[in-house]
């Protein structure tokens, strides 16, 4: 289903105004953005004065989401579906005409043992999260081509250090840091850019789903900031890295952890008095 912009406004917004200069507007495709860092990331692009083809499966949540929104589409469709994915970009361009940046975000969380990880769950992270961001990626080539637009996957610190329970998850977002070498690699002479961010823990419905308190306090202690990030930290990485002042940026992972990944041992021993 697409929530429709009428003509008027698509027209609207192909200038915006935005540091005191009128540009002409560019299109974001975020997906996950019914809530969470998907719906941060693309209130940041409206601000910057981008319009947003916003992608969910979730129809109520992306209804909510979009209600009130100005310069967005609302597409409710599955990023790990191939068809739908094709019709996510034909959706957008019907909309907007172009396509500038896509974030890959939707994103599913499981956290099980390996011996409980039965290939249902397995294939369910992995065709969300490895699947979708694959799909969508092939899916508009043809659209970053025109524009030389880039892509921006959303890993996590599970994809970079291991950790119990995160088998299926864990490996999912590991494939998805290499994944986007592998499109930095073979885009970049279309002038398309590709690059990655890794969130540390923000307090999300995905996150609160999985995180029981224990693990809450663990990762307090485990980060040097000593907190959970916020939406809109992750969502300013993300825009930066889609921005005109990252255009020599591809191939690339930006962990925003609060310091997590940097960290190896003691920490929470030198912190006690
Ligand atoms: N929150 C965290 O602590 C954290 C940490 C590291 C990485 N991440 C990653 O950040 C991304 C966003 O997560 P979030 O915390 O904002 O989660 P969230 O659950 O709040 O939002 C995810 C959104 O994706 C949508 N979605 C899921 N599968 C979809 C599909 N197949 N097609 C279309 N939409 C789909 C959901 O409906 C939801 O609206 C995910 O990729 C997640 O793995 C989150």
Redesign the pocket.
Known sequence: MVIAVPLILRMCFVLTHHKGKWIMGKTALV??A?????LATTKTFLQQGWRVAM????GA?LAAATDGLQGVVGIER???NPTDATAILQDTIDAFGQVDALVN?????DFGPIEQTDFERWRRVMS??LD?VFLMAQAAIPALKETKGCIVN?A??SGLRASTLRVAYGTSKAAVIHLTEQQAAELGEYGIRANAVA????R????MAVHTQDIIDAYHDAIPLNRYGSEQEIANVICFLCSDDASYVTGQLISVDGGFESTGIGLPSLRKP
């Open positions: 997906t996950g019914a809530r969470g860092i998907g992608v969910d499966w979730d949540e599955d990023v790990s975000n939707a994103g599913v969380a969300v999260n979708g959303i996590s610190i969130p540390g823990p923000v999300t419905k995905l996150a």
